[in-house]
């Protein structure tokens, strides 16, 4: 194997032997074969020691921690451990598509300022059969259809508006720049959710960024996933909190993102953007936002964007909030 891949697969893995052994064959039946694959063990106490013996496979280096350091300290060890160009996380329970590599090293050529690489997901319980009912498609980019027919080079400030509304790009479908990772700092998680929408941000701020409309991976979901044991309240808390640290890099970063934004928006549907809305007034996310998404639905025109407001938080006792924000936008807050 290279000293020097041009891809790391890292999987951290915790008591997950019962699907490590799926996730382990996806990326070891790569179609691309310059990867190394990092797994690092924290500390499982079920059988994952010996099914990583069972493997035998140059490509593979396994490191067992002596204790659970947590799960960030985990991705942190990988990251540091990574000797590759670009920086798959993978995670225990998920499983990457066979020519995954190849896409991404077809995509990228030549090109040096590529900090991410991504496809679409297929998210479910059970990964047989895309048209179970146990299986849908994750959000695509906010692009015509006509634009997602190969891959496309999303400008890193659009990637980034992205991550204010939804979550584009889901890992394992991600393979980052890994010189752009480490540069800003690695894996978000100073809070317990959206810690994902942060660390896309920021790298998608340091290149271009790649979509590949194909599937190129399976999420899965299960009653042990961390998103499934933190309360709806937490969710949009830290939602709200990771809104206002990606606006403040957008700020840094391209001080006109609002227009982009503008247009970015205009790519969903008008449902979706009053489904946000609501949303977004509920839970008290930053008033920018909230005018953003509000004059894409109506446009300027100030009784309208008061009307979709009001409309958008009726009976939710927040009639105080909506006059202050429309009238005293200021500066985005928790």
């Given at each position: 194997?290279?000293?020097?891949?041009?891809?790391?697969?890292?999987?951290?893995?915790?008591?997950?032997?019962?699907?490590?052994?799926?996730?382990?064959?996806?990326?070891?039946?790569?179609?691309?074969?310059?990867?190394?694959?990092?797994?690092?063990?924290?500390?499982?106490?079920?059988?994952?020691?010996?099914?990583?013996?069972?493997?035998?496979?140059?490509?593979?280096?396994?490191?067992?921690?002596?204790?659970?350091?947590?799960?960030?300290?985990?991705c942190t060890f990988l990251l540091r451990e990574t000797r590759g160009r670009f920086f798959i996380l993978h995670q225990d329970d998920d499983l990457l598509h066979p020519e995954f590599l190849s896409r991404c090293r077809q995509a990228v050529g030549e090109q040096t300022d590529v900090s991410l690489f991504a496809t679409a997901v297929y998210s479910g319980s059970k990964p047989?059969?895309?048209?179970?009912?146990?299986i849908y498609l994750r959000d695509p980019p906010w692009f015509p259809a006509s634009h997602l027919q190969k891959a496309t080079e999303i400008s890193g400030v659009d990637a980034a508006i992205m991550q204010l509304?939804?979550?584009?790009?889901?890992?394992?479908?991600?393979?980052?720049?890994?010189?752009?990772?480490?540069?800003?700092?690695?894996?978000?998680?100073?809070?317990?959710?959206?810690?994902?929408?942060?660390?896309?941000?920021?790298?998608?701020?340091?290149?271009?960024?790649?979509?590949?409309?194909?599937?190129?991976?399976?999420?899965?979901?299960?009653?042990?996933?961390?998103?499934?044991?933190?309360?709806?309240?937490?969710?949009?808390?830290?939602?709200?909190?990771?809104?206002?640290?990606?606006?403040?890099?957008?700020?840094?970063?391209?001080?006109?993102?609002?227009?982009?934004?503008?247009?970015?928006?205009?790519?969903?549907?008008?449902?979706?953007?009053?489904?946000?809305?609501?949303?977004?007034?509920?839970?008290?996310?930053?008033?920018?936002?909230?005018?953003?998404?509000?004059?894409?639905?109506?446009?300027?025109?100030?009784?309208?964007?008061?009307?979709?407001?009001?409309?958008?938080?009726?009976?939710?006792?927040?009639?105080?909030?909506?006059?202050?924000?429309?009238?005293?936008?200021?500066?985005?807050?928790?």
């Amino acid at each position: 194997m290279s000293q020097h891949p041009y891809f790391t697969i890292a999987i951290p893995t915790y008591n997950r032997a019962a699907f490590l052994r799926e996730a382990i064959n996806s990326a070891l039946s790569q179609t691309d074969s310059d990867f190394e694959l990092l797994i690092s063990d924290n500390a499982s106490t079920d059988d994952t020691p010996a099914l990583i013996a069972s493997i035998k496979d140059k490509r593979l280096r396994y490191t067992r921690q002596p204790v659970n350091f947590g799960s960030l300290n985990n991705c942190t060890f990988l990251l540091r451990e990574t000797r590759g160009r670009f920086f798959i996380l993978h995670q225990d329970d998920d499983l990457l598509h066979p020519e995954f590599l190849s896409r991404c090293r077809q995509a990228v050529g030549e090109q040096t300022d590529v900090s991410l690489f991504a496809t679409a997901v297929y998210s479910g319980s059970k990964p047989e059969g895309v048209l179970g009912e146990t299986i849908y498609l994750r959000d695509p980019p906010w692009f015509p259809a006509s634009h997602l027919q190969k891959a496309t080079e999303i400008s890193g400030v659009d990637a980034a508006i992205m991550q204010l509304f939804s979550l584009p790009f889901v890992c394992p479908g991600v393979a980052f720049d890994t010189e752009c990772l480490r540069k800003t700092g690695g894996f978000f998680s100073e809070f317990g959710y959206a810690g994902d929408n942060i660390t896309l941000a920021r790298i998608a701020l340091c290149g271009k960024v790649l979509y590949d409309p194909r599937v190129g991976a399976f999420l899965r979901i299960h009653k042990s996933n961390f998103s499934g044991q933190i309360s709806l309240d937490k969710i949009f808390a830290c939602r709200r909190e990771a809104d206002r640290i990606i606006i403040g890099y957008l700020d840094a970063a391209a001080p006109d993102w609002p227009d982009r934004a503008r247009i970015c928006l205009n790519h969903l549907s008008k449902r979706r953007r009053g489904k946000f809305l609501a949303e977004a007034w509920k839970n008290n996310y930053p008033g920018l936002l909230k005018q953003l998404v509000a004059e894409s639905i109506v446009g300027k025109s100030s009784i309208k964007k008061f009307g979709v407001h009001l409309f958008a938080i009726f009976l939710k006792g927040k009639f105080f909030r909506v006059v202050k924000s429309h009238f005293r936008p200021g500066k985005p807050s928790n």
